[in-house]
């Protein structure tokens, strides 16, 4: 083989030298659709088929012979990952590899600003130029089911249309730095239990109205030039080679144009990986992700076996020269883009950015006046949990980050408040990671408890910095949590801190929903997620009242798990049934995920989609519509005046939800269709306007597989949160007689 394979190359590159000009696939000004088809025209089978796996942890080949570079990916979508050794899960140990943490995408939804959207996709694509690297694995956009799953945190909450419009300026500033997005995970992986093998057994209209639409709007509108395929099935196929959603969907439907590179270990068949449209196969070894095998990367599914099937004649060469092109074709928007800039990481530019972002994701979910903190009040103030020192970026998962500055919330707090901060651990959790679990000694949790205890009896205000955190069975891949409620013990400490002093503000850093018995008895609840290097400073300057709290919820807390769609069903519908063909779920709450849930089956919220508090409140005047009856074709304006009535400036979010009021089939009483974030000083007062156009009105018709705007009644609902419903107004919607 090799000697043949030489001897190829000589008469090849013979053939180059003797053309003078600068072939066309290097030519930074030619198009890129010729610069492939010209690299393509130059390529051995061998080169196209090498193209399509891996070659280390996080690379896949390129074309020596052409000096077309390998593809460098990293994770993850909250900052640029430390580096990983060549062929090992290890961290490399670099010291040049320390970068900026972004918030967690849940808080980045939370935040409900594209232009905050924007800003992160260009400051992490930048870190992730610096660190050349030709891929980000992120965002993620997995929708939120169920308060269990243990990678929310990466995600955009329950509402695909929310989680569509704040992935969308992410991917594009992203890119503009010459590094692909890859959207993932494609697609229901809305858990990580069986995340490997579960079948997902779901509805067209559920998969089209709840689970597809971010995706797709991070394909047609985001650009993203790369999107990742889940570990789990669909129709009994793996999403990484699953026809259907793949070649029908992804391709057929929305036109993506970009590489689909699976989740590491995600292939596990080679002929469906090569007539279903997968592109890239990474992993670790082709049996998987964690276990050591004989196996190298050239026996790798989209490898030699792939080059068998293709010189045998059994699957043909096109498929090769789809996935080379579509391979080439990233490679050429990125690691060959000449025109790309340098990127820059840990500036002063991405910490403010980094903190702008975690300022507007804070979510004051209660607040009976005693927020923002008055240093002048107090004398002591005792600050208590772990969360309040422990860094944040490490466990979870791939999308861990090994940061050059950590802000942790004590550090702020203190640096606010000076010497009157006082601080108690109250609980500690351990490292429990990847499903080995730290146990604490019980004496030991009680002993951290009555050191609090004691200590907040003595202090004017207890700030409570605690939460879930990315330990195991928490806010962490690959296991989901095991209850709604929060571990470590925290529910007795808070209720024995409520009793010790009542003056006390909960600020709980998870990922997720959580139970809170202990609601009625505080004075005010924080919720926030994982801010990364910036933010214990976001919320030192929340609770301070430096930054006036804008975040709204990206999902429901519901009072208890069973008051959520998925987790109403009983195992079948989450995690699950194991069966002999592997775990198998329904999505038995169908396209009523979240507050659709909440609203349809009258099963109030503790607080609600869309909810959130400010320092200020907002008045919402009497909506004005330009019309009351549209047709196909025609649009109707909102315009709805809302005014600061408080003594702070502050963001407002207005909500638009639309309701069918007569519909052939079942829909939730209403779907958020449009937002809009609204700054304004007191006394201060905005029109908002909206368009409603006929696809803010339509559903998913399974039977006609084409998207329907019924005639009939509509409702236009504008609100502060999903529950909380300043206004309601409606028309009618008719065909067009023309
Ligand atoms: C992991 C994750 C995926 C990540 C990849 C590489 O299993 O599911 O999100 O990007 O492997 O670490």
Request: proline content about 5%; overall charge negative; charged content about 25%.
């Amino acid at each position: 083989m090799r000697i043949k394979h030489i001897l190829t190359t000589v008469t090849v590159m013979t053939g180059m030298a003797m053309s003078a000009e600068t072939p066309v696939y290097l030519d930074p000004n030619a198009p890129v659709e010729a610069r492939v088809e010209d690299a393509l025209s130059r390529m051995t089978l061998e080169e196209k088929v090498g193209l399509c796996h891996a070659q280390s942890k996080f690379t896949s080949k390129g074309v020596e012979r052409l000096g077309i570079p390998e593809v460098r990916m990293s994770d993850g979508p909250h900052g640029v990952r430390a580096e990983i050794n060549w062929n090992d899960w290890g961290y490399a140990g670099w010291t040049s590899d320390s970068i900026t943490a972004f918030p967690a995408l849940t808080a980045l939804a939370a935040t409900w600003n594209p232009e905050m959207s924007a800003l992160y996709g260009k400051c992490v694509g930048e870190e992730a130029r610096y660190r050349d690297k030709n891929v980000l694995l992120g965002p993620g956009v997995n929708i939120y089911r169920t308060p269990l799953n243990g990678r929310n945190f990466e995600y955009m909450g329950e509402d695909p249309y929310l989680a569509g419009e704040m992935a969308v300026p992410y991917i594009q500033e992203l890119q503009k730095n010459g590094v692909a997005a890859c959207v993932k995970h494609f697609a229901l992986n809305d858990q990580e239990k069986w995340r490997g093998s579960v079948n997902v057994d779901v509805s067209d209209r559920a998969l089209y109205e709840i689970y597809l639409p971010a995706f797709k709007k991070a394909v047609q509108e985001g650009g993203s030039w790369s999107i990742m395929g889940a570990y789990n099935k669909v129709w009994d196929q793996h999403c990484c080679h699953n026809e259907r959603l793949l070649q029908d969907i992804l391709r057929g439907e929305w036109g993506f144009d970009g590489a689909v590179i699976t989740d590491w270990g995600g292939a596990h068949d080679t002929k469906e990986a090569a007539l279903n449209g997968l592109d890239i196969e990474m992993g670790s070894y082709t049996n998987g992700l964690t276990s050591e095998s004989e196996f190298g990367y050239d026996d790798y599914f989209l490898a030699d076996p792939y080059l068998d099937m293709l010189k045998s004649g059994e699957v043909p060469m096109s498929t090769v020269d789809d996935k080379a092109r579509n391979i080439l074709r990233l490679i050429f928007r990125t690691s060959m883009n000449t025109s790309k800039p340098f990127g820059s990481k840990c500036t002063p530019e991405h910490y403010a950015a980094a903190k702008a972002i975690g300022d507007e994701s804070i979510v004051l979910l209660k607040n009976t006046g005693i927020l923002p903190l008055d240093g002048n009040k107090y004398n002591s103030i005792l600050v208590v949990g772990e969360n309040a020192t422990r860094c944040l970026t490490e466990g979870g998962g791939s999308s861990e980050l090994k940061v050059k500055d950590y802000v942790s919330p004590l550090s702020a707090l203190h640096a606010l408040y000076g010497d009157k901060v006082k601080y108690a651990k109250g609980y500690v959790s351990g490292r429990s990671l990847y499903e080995k679990e730290d146990v604490i000694p019980q004496e030991e949790l009680d002993k951290l408890r009555s050191e609090a205890v004691a200590m907040a009896k003595d202090a004017d205000v207890v700030i409570y910095v605690g939460g879930l955190n990315k330990n195991a069975w928490q806010d962490c891949e690959s296991t989901d949590r095991r209850e709604y409620s929060l571990p470590f013990g925290q529910n007795e400490l808070i209720e024995e801190l409520i009793k010790a002093n009542p003056n006390i503000v909960i600020a709980n850093i998870t990922g997720n929903a959580y139970e809170m018995p202990w609601i009625e008895k505080v004075p005010a609840v924080l919720h926030l997620s994982y801010l990364g290097t910036m933010g214990g400073a976001s919320l030192a300057d929340v609770v301070a009242g430096k930054v006036n709290p804008s975040g709204k919820l990206p999902y429901s807390i519901p009072v208890k798990l069973e008051d959520c769609g998925a987790n109403s069903f009983g195992v079948e519908s989450y995690p699950g049934v194991e069966t002999e063909n592997g775990p198998r779920q329904k999505y038995m709450e169908d396209i009523l995920v979240g507050y659709r849930w909440h609203d349809t089956k009258k099963i109030p919220a503790l607080f609600p989609f869309g909810h959130g508090i400010s320092y200020t409140t907002f008045a919402y005047g009497k909506p004005v519509l330009s019309a009351k009856q549209m047709s196909e074709g025609e649009a109707i304006t909102v315009t709805v005046p809302v005014t600061n009535k408080g003594a702070v400036g502050g963001k407002e979010i207005v909500q638009l939800y639309i309701g069918d009021e007569k519909a052939s089939v079942l829909r939730p009483v209403k779907e958020l269709k449009h937002f809009d974030k609204i700054s304004l000083a007191p006394g201060e007062s905005k029109d908002v306007a909206f368009t409603i156009t006929p696809d803010d009105l339509k559903f998913f018709d399974d039977k006609k597989h084409e998207w329907v705007a019924e005639p009939g009644k509509f409702k236009v609902y504008i609100g502060s949160s999903s529950a909380d419903i300043r206004a309601v107004d409606s028309f009618n919607y008719k065909y067009s007689l023309k």
